[in-house]
Structures are given as C-alpha cells and as structure tokens.
C-alpha cells in the first residue's frame, strides 16, 4: 500500500497546474465573472501561518466558482512601499528595494508553495515605475480638477532627529521611537492633501449600496468616520478686546445654548494669539500654550485622553442669553474638526463635564429628562447626554420645549437675528499624503521662481525615484538631501528650478490596485476601461478588520474619481467584503515581534501545504479568532492519512468501472446508506460553500462521510464497485476546494486521465439526499407549543398523531376540538381548536 507524502504530491500537482497554465483567466463575455482577491500583503519578513488563513479562505472561494463554471480572476500582488522598508535599510546598510525584493521572492516562494490558485501573470509591485506612474498620473488628475492642494498641516517633529515622525514612530505616550528621552513636539509644515470631503455625502449615501454585502460592523465604523453631523454655526461676540472676534462655534445641540459655561478654543486657534495679548493672564499662559501645542490629542484619543487647558483672562458673550462666559484653550478641541472652537455644556457633554469639573467651571442643566428627580449641576455626577427625551429649563423663552423642538426653533431663531445658522458639517477630513520619505511615489510637482508651482508633464512620468538615496532618517527628506533629483528643469520656461521632495502615503498605492490586476502591462493608461467593466466590480474582497476605515475608504474614494474622469462607470469597487479572524498563538495574534509565529513553509515541510490549509479552515469558522494547537494539526494530518490510505485500497478495483451506472431499484441497504450520506453530505457542503461560508463545518461533515465510509468495511464484501467509485469521487471533489493537491492526486488514483481542476463541482441526488427525519415546529392557534422529529414525507394524519401525544403540545389540545389543520410536508403543522 501506498504512502502519503504530501511534500512530493504537492510540488507534482503545482508543477503540472503550473504548466497547464491552470489558474490564468482573461475576459471571455460568454462566461460570468468572478473577481475574488484578499487584500494585497506588505511584504515585511516571512509569511506565518496567521497570514495563510486568509489566503485559504480565498482559495477556497476561488477553486469552488471555477468549479461552477465561473471565469475566476484571482490575482496577487505587494504593497512594496512604506517606512518599514526604509527602516530596514538604515539599520542593515541595504538599499529598500533589495531589502523589498528579497521579502517578495520569499512571500511568492510561501504562496506557491500552498498552492493557492493565483493567476502569476497578473502580479504587480507597487514600488516598480511601471505601477507608481500611475500614482503620479492620476495625482495629476487630481490636481487639475481641484482635488489635490496644498496647505500647512500639523506633524510630529522629533527636535533631535530633525525630522517629520509617522504616528507609530511617536512611542511611549509621546518620545521619539529612535531618542527616547526626546519628546515629540507637534509643528506645521506644508503638506499635500487629496479631497476626500468633496466626495463626503457620496461616500455616505453609497453605504447603502454596501448594504448585504459588507459586514454591518464595517458599514457602521465608516458611517462613524464620515460623521454627518447637521448642526448651527453660532457667533459669540468677545466682550473685552476691541476688534477681536465674534468666536464662531459649531454646535449639533443648540438646544443647550443656555447651559454653555465657557468657551474652548483649539491652541492652534488664529484667535488665541489676539486674545492673550495684553491679557492679565498672557505670560503664564503662552507658556501652557506652547506646550498644548508640542503635544497633539489624536481624534480618536479625545473621549479617554487627560484634559488640559488654560484661562485666556478673556469673555465671550452668549448671544442667546447676553450672558457672560470665560473663554479657556484646551487640548481636546480640535482645529480640525468644526471651527476649532466649542461652547462648554458640561451637564450634557461628557468631554465638557471632565474638564469644566477639572478646573471649577459651573454646570448648569438644561435639559431635564422625564419622570426622575430633577438634576442638580452642583452635584451631577454625569452629563446627562440624552436628547430624545426631556425638556428644557433654565433656556428662557424656551423652557417647555422637547430638545428636538428646541434645535428647530433656536437653530430658525439665530438665523432670523444674524448670529447664527443651521449647517452640516462632517468628521471626515481631508487626505493628507504628503511624507517626508524615500521609499514612496515622488509627488510630481515642480517649483520654479518665475511659474511657481508647476505640474510634471504626462510625458516625462514616471518621476523616478534617485538610485542610490543618504538614509539615515535624520535630517531633512532624503529626496530633499538628493541634488540629482531635486534641481531639475522648469517644463513651462526652460529655467532652473526644484522638484517636490515628499513622497506620498502608501495607501495611495493600495486604493486601486486592484484595477491594475486586470491590465497589469498596460504601458499607455493606468487600465482598459473595458476590462474593469467586465470584471468590476469585486465579487468577494477578504481582509482584516482593522482595513475596515483607512483603506477601504480611500478605496471607495478613488473608485469615484475615477468614475468622475470617465475610467469606470460604477460607484463602488467592492461588491462583498468579509473580514476573517485572526490566528492566536498563546492567547495572542501571531506576530513576529511577539516570538509566537507558526512559520508557514516550516509548517509546509513538515505537514504538507494541504494540511495547514485543512487545519486553518476546520478549526474555527473564517470570522472568528482561531487558537493555534498543535495537536489540532497533526489531527488534520491524520485526517488525510485516512482518506489517502482508503482511496488507495479501493482505486484498483474500481478505476476501470463507470461512476453511477447501476440500477437503482438492485440497491441492497448497505449501498442505498452509504449513497445517502455522500449525497446528504454533498447538499450541506454546497451549502456552506455558497451561502454560509462555513468551511470548517463543511469539513467536519467530510470527515463524518469519510468514517461513515470505513465503517462500511469491508467495502468490496457489499458494496459494488460502480457504488464505491461515486462515493469516493464525490469525497475527492467536496474536498477539492480545501485540499487541492491531495485531490488531484486522489482524482488520478480514481482513473481520470484530466486533471481534477477540469472537473465540475457535482450536483446531489435528490432521492438520495432526502433526510431520513426532520423536525418540524407545532402551533396551537398560530404559537409554537412544541417541535416534533418526525420521518421525511410523513403523512399529515400520522403526524397530528404523534403531536397529541406530544407531552409539550397535548396540554394545549387537552378539552378542546381540532376545527382546522393546516400541514406543510417537513415544515409546519398549525392545529386550530375550539
């Protein structure tokens, strides 16, 4: 008998898959498409098996539709940019590329060898000038229609190195990740911006068309980050400097003007300057403003991050109350977002009430919710936030209205008296991807003294980044400390002139690979709109959660500019997205840094490429955290020493009979059992495969087949050899999408001269895969009383039988008469009594 080895199985079948040329795909309108693709991998070290999982899952989706028949395009590809890379260089005294190129020779060699069904032909780097062109010619795009500007921007300097820091590179809650004894300072500098805000109501309203396909999570943490709010813009006039002011603020609850105890301003305010001078308070307070401003609170760190601030010794005055009111600075306003002003409300704010309680502002309420005992701003122990319920006192003529009614008339009322109106404003702001890096796209951008600044010419792209860089990450831009390519000539006069020496965001690269898979050689355009017409948009997208913002936002963005240029004709690029767990070892994801990795090709060499597939399949369902266990592993190893050792005892004796060619009516009970279970296990698995993507439970009920299949032996004793080829052909194909090497391999012991990968997925019988029992819910009157296993196509009569001797349904039928029965065959029994 026959070994298995999976090592020599798997590189047989990649070599001859490889060969045959099995997974390229191109548009052919006769054939329904299917685009499936994981999210493209930063080529960083080596692949571990937390990487694996997600690419399995795809390789599933992918060999099962092209086993329905469907023209799969299943592409690969690497994120090659970024500051690891340049990081690495400094530290190994390496070039990035090299350092990126050798990752990505190590990735592919991984991925090739499990086996995962890419079309090779069509995969790009970002980092080659035959990608980034493209990222220079639509930043072109941009910058002509409006979309790609220029303003000063708030970043991290680290004093020591002299450099713009990214944000992971600003460590323990402040110091610079390479001189941890220098904190961080926060300074502006000229930035360039993309704008995402002029597509902000588009990128809102389309989650409606996401709706079903995307995972309701995701949908909900871009609604947040786009962040509608509609709101009044409120001017407060400043009582005591002359010529300064009003202070504008934008509020979505102008309802609880009159609760509002201060005014805070943002310390990058233009305001704040103006306010202090001559200030009682101004030497004292420059100096608490300048620390504000070397520490920057992140948006997402307000709700938990330490409330500072200072008096500016100034007042502004509550233009519905005439009222008088501090105005204070503080760390948590952002100039960001709104107008970089707030009106304090600290018994219906929760950030106000921290920091009015901090530094002995008053709490006034003004809003009193229904049917409690009415709340006191001395002693409030929380803001008191909800706005649905309550009504409002201590406003003035506003007293008695609900808050929704208040927002109405007040939000009318500052409009008709010139100091206010309603507005909508959003969270989302605009791209900034300006960085002061090497390793990026160069931003195509010129500057000559006499044209100012001038776009690079579509001729002369790529801007080809400089061959042999200074790295230190010290100092100014690497590009800036780089004559060869700075100092260039002006395309518009002739004239000397300078290029740009920032790079762009990396995301930039990664908005619209995708597209690029489908024309990857495409040397005069970025694509053939008729190619994405036919394979866009992505049918399944599949990735982590924490892509569920940032990356595929800036997707979404860039898929409607494109539209807007005339490239694509869809509003969204992404049909289906889901988001699979991570793999834990010890309680946490695998990560190098934390010394728990399972490395990939390791695991490969010792196992077999289709066991880690089986294993990161079966042991958890794809959405959810899977523990690593070893044991677990060599499991599935076992598992597939069973079905190869049975395949091989059985495949001589059957290889030269027909599948399927007996007659049904000659069937003894051992056969008519065993066809049962295969058919009934095939119409779970379809099931899976299709609608749930349950995979690991669509492996557990192969592995039930497979036992099923050895307990029957003796198989040659009782069951004929036409009986035992369909059942073993129909475990080989159900495992074919999971186990894809093991399978051809099964599929050529079986006698086929073709490979499995021209084979069909395969179509139940239905007398076959009839359910012996199921069970059916029972109503009284229309409620459920009680769920009955019953046989498969039982009779109605034999059915309300075994219901009134039901001891959960009789007490319900117990002195009373069955007026109406109404029997759905397998699904329902509704009895009405009298």
């Known amino acids: 008998m026959a070994e298995y080895n999976p090592q020599s199985i798997e590189a047989k079948w990649q070599k001859r898959w490889e ?71 400094i530290k190994n005294q390496t070039h990035p590329r090299e350092w990126t190129n050798k990752n990505i020779t190590e990735f592919q060699r991984t991925l090739r060898r499990f086996g995962f069904s890419y079309d090779w032909r069509r995969e790009i780097s970002t980092c080659e000038p035959e990608y980034y062109r493209w990222n220079q010619w639509f930043f072109l795009r941009m910058l002509e229609k409006g979309l790609a500007y220029k303003k000063k921007s708030r970043v991290n300097w680290c004093p020591k190195c002299c450099t713009v820091l990214a944000n992971e590179q600003v460590v323990n809650g402040g110091y610079c990740w390479r001189h ?60 005591d400097v002359a010529g300064v002011g009003p202070i504008e603020v934008f509020t979505t609850r102008i309802d609880t003007i009159y609760g509002a105890t201060a005014l805070i301003l943002a310390p990058n305010h ?237 995301f930039v690269d990664s908005s619209w690979y995708f597209y690029r898979y489908c024309d990857p050689h495409n040397a005069t355009a970025p694509f053939d709109p008729a190619k994405i017409a036919y394979w866009f948009p992505i049918d399944q997208y599949i990735g982590g959660i924490t892509h569920a913002i940032l990356h595929l936002l800036y997707s979404r963005f860039w898929c409607k500019v494109m539209r807007d240029l005339g490239l694509v004709k869809h509003d969204e690029p992404i049909k289906r997205l889901f988001t699979q767990g991570m793999v834990l070892k010890g309680g946490t994801a695998m990560s190098k840094s934390k010394g728990n990795v399972v490395g990939a090709y390791e695991m490969a060499d010792k196992f077999g490429a289709d066991t880690g597939r089986l294993y990161t399949l079966f042991a958890a369902p794809p959405e959810k955290d899977l523990e690593w266990s070893e044991e677990s592993i060599e499991g599935a ?84 050899p036409e009986v035992r080829r369909e059942v073993l052909e129909l475990l080989t194909l159900m495992l074919a999408p999971m186990t894809p090497h093991l399978s051809e391999e099964l599929w050529e012991m079986l006698g086929h001269a073709d490979g499995l990968w021209k084979a069909s997925w395969p179509t139940h019988n239905g007398d076959f895969a009839r359910d012996d029992e199921v069970e059916i819910p029972v109503q009284v009157n229309g409620k459920v009383r009680g769920r009955l296993k019953i046989a498969a196509g039982a009779k109605e009569d034999a059915v309300v039988e075994i219901a009134q001797k039901d001891s959960a349904i009789s007490p319900h039928l117990n002195g009373k008469r069955v007026v109406k029965r109404i029997y759905v065959p397998d699904k329902l029994l509704n009895l009405v009594v009298a």
């Not at 300074?187 to 396909?213: C, H, P, S, V």
């Open 19 to 89: 060969d045959a040329r099995v997974f390229e795909s191109d548009v052919d309108t006769a054939k329904q498409k299917y685009y499936v693709l994981e999210m493209l991998p930063y080529p960083s070290g080596t692949l571990h098996m937390g990487h694996m999982r997600n690419y399995a899952i795809g390789d599933v989706v992918a060999r099962v539709k092209r086993m329905r028949g469907f023209n799969v395009i299943h592409p690969m590809g690497w994120d090659a940019f970024g500051l690891p890379a340049e990081n690495a260089a």
């Open 180 to 239: 941890e004894d220098t904190l961080v300072e926060v300074r502006e500098i000229e930035q360039w911006f993309l704008k995402t805000t002029a597509y902000a109501d588009q990128l809102l309203d389309d989650l409606k068309q996401l709706e079903g396909g995307w995972p309701d999570r995701v949908i909900t943490m871009q609604r947040n980050w786009i962040g509608k709010s509609q709101g009044a813009k409120v001017k407060f006039g400043v009582a």
């Open 270 to 506: 233009p305001l704040v300057a103006k306010l202090l001078e001559g200030s009682p308070v101004r030497a004292q307070s420059e100096v608490t403003l300048a620390k504000l401003k070397k520490s920057s609170v992140k948006a997402e760190d307000i709700a938990t991050a330490e409330k500072e601030g200072f008096f500016t010794g100034r007042h502004a005055t509550n233009p519905f109350s005439g009222e008088g009111m501090p105005i204070w600075v503080g760390n948590f306003v952002l100039m960001e977002y709104g107008t970089g002003a707030i009106m304090a409300v600290p018994a219906h704010d929760e950030r106000d009430f921290e920091f009015c309680r901090k530094f002995g502002l008053p709490v006034r309420v003004v809003v009193q919710p229904d049917n409690v005992a009415p709340l006191d701003g001395a002693t409030l122990a929380e803001a008191f936030v909800e706005h649905q319920q309550g009504k409002l006192v201590n406003s003035g003529a506003y007293n008695g209205l609900s808050p929704d009614e208040a927002i109405a008339k007040m939000g009318g009322d500052a409009e008709a008296k010139g100091f206010g109106k309603r507005e909508t404003i959003f969270r989302l702001r605009d791209w900034g991807i300006s960085r002061q890096r090497y390793w990026g796209t160069p931003i195509p951008v010129i500057y000559c003294a006499k044209d100012g600044l001038v776009p690079v010419p579509d001729q002369d792209l790529p801007v080809l980044l400089p061959p042999n860089p200074k790295l230190t990450g010290e100092g100014e831009s690497p590009l800036a400390s780089t004559p060869e390519f700075v100092n260039t000539t002006c395309p518009k006069c002739g004239g000397p002139a300078r290029r740009e020496t920032d790079t762009m965001d990396t």
């Open 637 to 720: 190893w076992r598992f597939l020493n069973r079905v190869f050792r049975l395949v091989d005892k059985h495949s001589e004796a059957i290889r030269g009979v027909s599948n399927g060619k007996y007659d049904a009516a000659s069937l003894n009970e051992k056969e008519k059992g065993l066809l049962r279970k295969a058919h009934q296990t095939l119409r779970r698995v379809t099931s899976d495969f299709e609608t749930r993507w349950h995979f690991n439970s669509a492996i557990a009920l192969v592995m039930e087949l497979t036992n099923e299949i050895y307990g029957a032996e003796p198989l040659e004793a009782s069951i004929r």
